[in-house]
T-cell receptor
């Protein structure tokens, strides 16, 4: 079993849609959690950290469920510019990356 | 803002050749990392350096060596390249490593092909 598992997608959604990505992790000792965004042939960039109480940054909402070892990312009112691969990252010590979920937002 | 700079951006090698990937950061970060990214897999940690003067193996260290030259620079060396090392290599840095919640900042990658 992979340490961090994500649905690879692709998710194809129209502009304005709401889309949710899920991520599960296996190491219960994990303490820090992040969502990164990676554009095609580019480096990963931090989208947001994930806090225990859940957190929001504009159209993006991240949730953490430690009991179920589950992280989610919700994107509201999708824009064309949201098209990218979203990486779930878990930090039991080192950073462990999911393989990513690919999102395409279409006009 | 340069951030994390990697060189070269692209490289093609023949099996058995050696080369060094260079990485430098200008953010005064203590920790630096080397990852590889392959299709369908997440980034996998090759080696990291929690602070100047220390290096440690990550998840996939075989076939690689590293040098933390100073606080700014962290190089990755392939002594005898193999086709299985064809990948995209990312260098990253963070303010504090280990169990901190500091995120990592990435360079824009080196695309390495080994024939």
């Amino acid at each position: 079993r992979k340490e961090v598992e994500q649905d690879p997608g692709p998710f194809n959604v129209p502009e304005g849609a709401t889309v949710a990505f899920n991520c599960t992790y296996s190491n219960s000792a994990s303490q820090s959690f992040f969502w990164y965004r990676q554009d095609c042939r580019k480096e990963p960039k931090l989208l947001m950290s994930v806090y225990s109480s859940g957190n929001e940054d504009g159209r993006f909402t991240a949730q953490l469920n430690r009991a179920s070892q589950y992280i989610s990312l919700l994107i509201r009112d999708s824009k064309l510019s949201d098209s990218a691969t979203y990486l779930c990252v878990v930090k039991p010590g080192d950073m462990r990356f999911g393989a990513g979920t690919r999102l395409t937002v279409k006009p | 803002n340069a951030g994390v700079t990697q060189t070269p951006k692209f490289q093609v090698l023949k099996t058995g050749q050696s080369m060094t990937l260079q990485c430098a950061q200008d953010m005064n970060h203590n920790s630096m990392y080397w990852y590889r990214q392959d299709p369908g897999m997440g980034l996998r940690l090759i080696y990291y350096s929690a602070s100047e003067g220390t290096t440690d193996k990550g998840e996939v260290p075989n076939g690689y060596n590293v040098s933390r030259l100073n606080k700014r620079e962290f190089s990755l060396r392939l002594e005898s390249a193999a086709p299985s090392q064809t990948s995209v290599y990312f260098c990253a840095s963070s303010d504090i490593g280990g169990h901190s919640n500091q995120p990592q900042h990435f360079g824009d990658g080196t695309r390495l092909s080994i024939l």
